[in-house]
């Protein structure tokens, strides 16, 4: 058995189609905590981040514990970060479309594991919210939604004879690139994005 740098670090020999490993068995160590607290945060993780009043009932069923004096609210960082709760997202009538191209909603997806018969691996929609036409782009790269988008616009501009209001996004590269902003800013369009790990703020084309 080899490091990184090449150098052999252990050999086995091999018995029956088994390796035999020669190794040294270290000691059992034990985890000392100075005060009661340290111990019942030791104690705490011990059984899986039990509560403290648990503990404490199962103090008196064994021995060597000792959590006489422990705090029965004892702050622990993982079990406040592993109970945190989101409220759910309510469905906001006054951020919905009253006519066409208003809002337009979009999302890249990709890379897939086929491709098209064309080598695209990704797809990027537009979605109209007022009456949720959507339309669909192949893509060989996230690259080209610029280049998708302004052939989408182009397209729905020239036939209804309406204007993009709103480009509704998540933050991807592909959308929020200095290119992309400048021409949005150009066209008069307003950006709107989502916010980091929150799709529910993009869901019509989520």
Not at 8 to 35: F, G, H, I, P, T
Not at 50 to 74: D, I, T
Not at 112 to 123: D, E, L, N, P, V
Request: aromatic residues 8%; contains cysteine; glycine residues 6%.
């Amino acid at each position: 058995m080899n490091n990184v740098h090449g150098i052999v670090v252990a050999q086995a020999r091999m018995d029956k189609n088994l390796y035999l490993l020669n190794v040294n068995v270290q000691m059992e160590s034990k985890n000392v905590a100075k005060s009661s607290n340290e111990r019942a945060t030791l104690w705490h993780q011990k059984f899986g981040h039990l509560n403290m009043a648990s503990l404490l009932k199962l103090e008196k069923m064994v021995n060597g514990m000792n959590l006489k004096e422990v705090q029965l609210h004892n702050v622990c960082e993982a079990c406040i970060k592993g109970k945190h709760q989101r409220t759910s997202f309510l469905k906001d009538e006054m951020t919905r479309a009253s006519k066409l191209l208003e809002l337009v909603h979009s999302d890249v997806c990709g890379p897939m594991k086929t491709t098209s018969h064309g080598g695209a691996r990704y797809f990027v929609t537009f979605i109209d919210d007022f009456l949720k036409i959507t339309h669909v782009y192949l893509l060989n790269a996230k690259g080209e939604v610029f280049e998708k988008f302004t052939a989408y616009k182009a397209l729905l501009e020239n036939q209804i004879d309406m204007k993009i209001k709103t480009l509704r996004s998540d933050k991807g590269g592909q959308f929020v690139s200095k290119k992309f902003d400048d021409f949005l800013h150009e066209c008069g369009i307003q950006r709107q994005t989502s916010a980091l790990y929150t799709p529910q703020q993009n869901g019509v084309t989520e």
